[in-house]
T-cell receptor
Framework: EAQVTQNPRYLITVTGKKLTVTCSQN?????MSWYRQDPGLGLRQIYYSMNVEVTDKGDVPEGYKVSRKEKRNFPLILESPSPNQTSLYFC????????????????FGPGTRLTVT | EDKVVQSPLSLVVHEGDTVTLNCSYE??????LLWYKQEKKAPTFLFMLTSSGIEKKSGRLSSILDKKELFSILNITATQTGDSAIYLCAVGLNAGGTSYGKLTFGQGTILTVHP
């Protein structure tokens, strides 16, 4: 089954304790992206990756790191989490956006609800 | 700073009504505009538009883009309770030859359809 998986789905942690949220897709997609969603603010893009070893900042990259060493994985790293990073996080993927029919459709993971106290 | 603004922020209608959701943008390096529907979980893709004036349709939903006036609308006719959701608009930028790389989203419109 084609899917995007995220782990963990729920996480409660304390300020300053490094954490990684994993994202994996099994569709051989080139494009992957991380978003956070907060009430009243819609989705905001954190980082995106057009392909392996190619990453770039979205609208809210501060406090986050990413890496894309393999095509299928795109982990999100919070080196020193703070309470303002409490949010719902989504990972998404698509094939090279715009090249080919339906290639621009992003598939979203189920979300990771993170609470930083 | 790139900006995408949706209106209204929330809307309550009755089944059978027609609704129009708006998305305006001020961005550099526009490449595409995308609409998503979000129910209780993750967003699902509805449309992507890149050219002005070409209406995209899927059943009761349709969307059109005006690149001169920098806005898009999403129309839903004969609404049903299953249309209740958050509708998100996003603008694709910095594409390097593709339809989007960076994506900037609006705040979303919460649509509630009563029986």
């Amino acid at each position: 089954e084609a899917q995007v998986t995220q782990n963990p789905r729920y996480l409660i942690t304390v300020t300053g304790k490094k954490l990684t949220v994993t994202c994996s897709q099994n569709m051989n997609h080139e494009y992957m992206s991380w978003y956070r969603q907060d009430p009243g603010l819609g989705l905001r893009q954190i980082y995106y990756s057009m392909n392996v070893e190619v990453t770039d900042k979205g609208d809210v990259p501060e406090g986050y790191k990413v890496s894309r060493k393999e095509k299928r994985n795109f982990p999100l790293i919070l080196e020193s989490p703070s309470p303002n990073q409490t949010s719902l996080y989504f990972c998404a993927s698509s094939s090279s956006p715009g090249r080919g029919r339906k290639s621009y459709e992003q598939y979203f993971g189920p979300g990771t609800r993170l609470t930083v106290t | 700073e790139d900006k995408v603004v949706q209106s209204p922020l929330s809307l309550v209608v009755h089944e059978g009504d027609t609704v129009t959701l708006n998305c305006s943008y001020e961005v550099t390096n526009f490449r595409s505009l995308l609409w998503y529907k979000q129910e209780k979980k993750a967003p699902t893709f509805l449309f992507m538009l890149t050219s002005s004036g070409i209406e995209k349709k899927s059943g009761r939903l349709s969307s059109i883009l005006d690149k001169k006036e920098l806005f898009s609308i999403l129309n839903i006719t004969a609404t049903q309770t299953g249309d209740s959701a958050i509708y998100l608009c996003a603008v694709g930028l910095n594409a390097g030859g593709t339809s989007y790389g960076k994506l900037t989203f609006g705040q979303g419109t919460i649509l509630t359809v009563h029986p």
